[in-house]
């Protein structure tokens, strides 16, 4: 372990470097660029980073695993390490959660969870390669850039928790990137599908102010978090309704591209199947129910709005109470929140 302050400011001053310039890379610049082009350009700047950020976390690993090697099986933090087939982005979390104040137990972990993971991320962007597609070299670039900021930026906050330093960079568990996706995701929805279907008249304005809101989600921070599948698709539809108003006009056109549009807002719903957000739905809408079952007061308090808002994006009734003037009114919400306590239940659950 590093003797003294020197050494210590060293190591983050390594960090922050580096994940500076990991976030610099802005993955939206390459989404359409084709295969080769890839290979040639975003490529080796991801090998680059990723292999920048094996040899320092190596180098945290040589200085702090003692400290997970010498943690008692009790401590803080060895549940990030119990389950070694956890998803990384979790066990990360897991990590942080479980840190106490002043103990460095949370960065060993950290450095030899994040070791094994980027040498399998190396492995995995030498071979893609020899690929031809450009999802798959985009996908394992942004997977690859993904985990080394999860990396960079867990250690730099485990560090900062056991009172090193300040923390650089902002961390966000995995729950709270799939809340703001979700979120995002809904305002999509919002935008493009709040009045009804468009007929040949209403068609170029809708497909207008569709196209506004893909560009605007496209600007939007939380954009990269999106999966890749997913940005790629929406970067085609936003190509083809950019070609449509420019060229075609053809109405027929017109509604089948808006009808490929609707399917694929909605399939943008399929970020409720996240891990982390089936945990915090089934969650919350249990606790929200068994608050609206006994509070006797007319309107929510504070704590029980946030709740609710929490869950923008689930599903549209509560989008829709969400947005209205009786959002904190305890009828208002005791029939929807109850259907979604008897989805997440299950059928087989008591009632």
């Avoid at 942080?96 to 492995?123: N, W």
Wanted: aromatic share 4%; charged share 30%.
């Amino acid at each position: 372990m590093p003797d003294g302050p020197s050494e210590l400011i060293e190591f983050k001053a390594k960090l922050a470097s580096l994940a500076d310039r990991v976030l610099a890379v802005d993955i939206r610049a390459y989404e359409s660029m084709p295969p080769d082009q890839l290979a040639s350009e975003l490529q080796p700047v991801v090998t680059e980073l990723l292999t920048a950020a094996n040899a320092l976390i190596a180098d945290v690993l040589d200085a702090y695993g003692n400290v997970r090697v010498e943690a008692e099986p009790g401590a803080a933090g060895a549940g990030a390490l119990s389950s070694p087939y956890a998803v990384f982005e979790h066990a990360i979390d897991a990590a942080i959660a479980a840190q106490t104040t002043s103990s460095l137990q949370a960065v060993g972990d950290i450095a030899f969870l994040a070791h094994l993971e980027l040498r399998q991320r190396a492995a995995r962007l030498e071979h893609v390669t020899w690929c031809r597609s450009a999802i798959a070299i985009v996908g394992e670039c942004d997977s690859a850039l993904r985990r080394v900021r999860k990396a960079l930026t867990s250690i730099d906050v485990a560090f900062a928790r056991a009172g090193i330093g300040e923390a650089t960079f902002d961390f966000a568990s995995e729950l709270e990137v799939s809340l703001r996706v979700r979120r995002a995701c809904a305002k999509l929805r919002g935008r493009v599908l709040a009045a009804a279907e468009p007929s040949e008249e209403t068609l170029y304005v809708r497909l207008r102010s569709a196209g506004t809101a893909i560009a605007m989600l496209v600007g939007w921070e939380v954009y990269p978090s999106l999966r890749v599948r997913d940005r790629l698709q929406l970067r085609e539809l936003q190509r083809r309704i950019l070609d449509w108003l420019r060229q075609d006009k053809d109405p027929t056109a017109g509604l089948r591209l808006w009808q490929d549009l609707v399917t694929f807002i909605r399939m943008l719903s399929q970020v409720n199947r996240r891990q982390e957000l089936v945990e915090h739905d089934t969650r919350t809408v249990l606790e929200l129910a068994d608050r609206l079952a006994t509070v006797e007061r007319e309107s929510l308090s504070d704590d029980a709005l946030d709740l609710l808002a929490s869950l923008e994006g689930l599903d549209d009734e509560v989008d829709q109470l969400l947005a209205s003037r009786s959002r904190s009114l305890r009828d208002a919400w005791r029939e929807p929140i109850a259907r979604l306590a008897r989805t997440l239940r299950g059928p087989g659950a008591a009632r």
